[in-house]
């Protein structure tokens, strides 16, 4: 996993490739200038009862946060039970277990790039955020990152 700031994501071209463009289609706000698919969600918290773990295989998760907040949480994905696949044959997986792990504050202003293997949970409450608008760029991991479902 990595956060930093939105205007540091060209650093981390060889962990992210196409991190560069992906960083001028947000700064343009242009999410079909991304060089990979970008899905723009805004949402309110949810309940510990509303979220669930996922994980991907061969997809990295970059999460560009516009405005607000949420906690996401993070762990070894072996560590949870498996679950059912991702629906219409995205990559991955859901996972049950309750929120735990590692908690991040994803807030305006950052990014977060979640790579193959990590399980992640969003949508908690951050603070007094009303919630979060972000970009979720599905960005392809270098095959050295690509990791079995052996569920």
């Known amino acids: 996993m990595i956060v930093d700031r939105i205007e540091r994501l060209p650093l981390y071209e060889s962990q992210l490739p196409g991190a560069g463009k992906i960083a001028g289609a947000f700064a343009a706000q242009k999410p079909e200038t991304a060089p990979c698919e970008v899905r723009e969600k805004s949402y309110a918290p949810k309940s510990p009862e509303q979220r669930r773990f996922e994980v991907h295989f061969r997809t990295i998760d970059l999460m560009i946060a516009k405005t607000g907040a949420e906690v996401i949480h993070l762990m070894p994905w072996g560590q949870l039970e498996p679950a059912e696949p991702l629906p219409k044959g995205a990559d991955g997986r859901k996972l049950n277990g309750p929120p735990q792990g590692t908690a991040v504050i994803l807030e ?10 990590e399980a992640h949970m969003v949508g908690g409450p951050a603070g007094n955020a009303a919630g979060i608008e972000k970009w979720v760029v599905k960005a392809p991991a ?7 479902d052996n569920a």
């Open 108 to 117: 305006a202003g950052f990014f977060c790039a979640i790579f193959p293997g």
């Open 142 to 148: 270098p095959k050295e990152f690509h990791i079995e």
